[in-house]
């Protein structure tokens, strides 16, 4: 553990450029690293996520890079397999989460909107 940073060390050269970034990598405040650790142990960080409800919100955009989006896939394949395997149709097998993106949010929103028009357009109003 490093104690007593300071970061004329590295410029000075007294240390080695790579240590900080090794411990700016253990301070990312993410799950799995030691400073995301301690955060997620901390009593009021404990008591406010379980306060929180599970369906609060999307999964954030922020973090979730090409790696998580291959996992995710993974995750959503082996579902698949598995309900295949019990004979259900694995086009009703739940997906992995997944952010939602505000551009795709906006084309789906405009691609109903066409629908929507469309069929008022072949429905006529007030027909059965």
């Known amino acids: 553990m490093i104690l007593g940073l300071d970061l004329d060390d590295w410029l000075r050269g007294e240390r080695h450029w790579m240590t900080l ?3 700016a990598e253990r301070i990312r405040a ?3 690293t030691a400073y995301g650790s301690a955060i997620l142990q901390d009593p009021e960080v404990v008591e406010a996520l379980a306060a929180e ?3 609060d919100g999307d999964l954030p955009i922020e973090g979730f890079g090409f790696l998580e989006s291959r996992l995710a896939t993974i995750e959503d394949r082996v579902t698949q ?4 395997s019990t004979k259900s149709d694995p086009a009703g097998a739940p ?3 997944r952010p939602v993106y505000p551009h795709i949010e906006l ?3 405009m691609h109903r909107a066409r629908m929507t028009n469309l069929e008022n357009q072949l429905i006529p109003e007030g027909g059965d």
């Not at 397999?81 to 295949?84: A, F, G, H, I, S």
């Open 53 to 55: 409800d599970e369906t």
């Open 21 to 23: 970034w090794e411990f």
């Open 107 to 109: 084309r789906e929103g």
């Open 81 to 84: 397999l598995l309900w295949v």
């Open 30 to 32: 993410r799950p799995g």
């Open 95 to 97: 997906r992995a989460a």
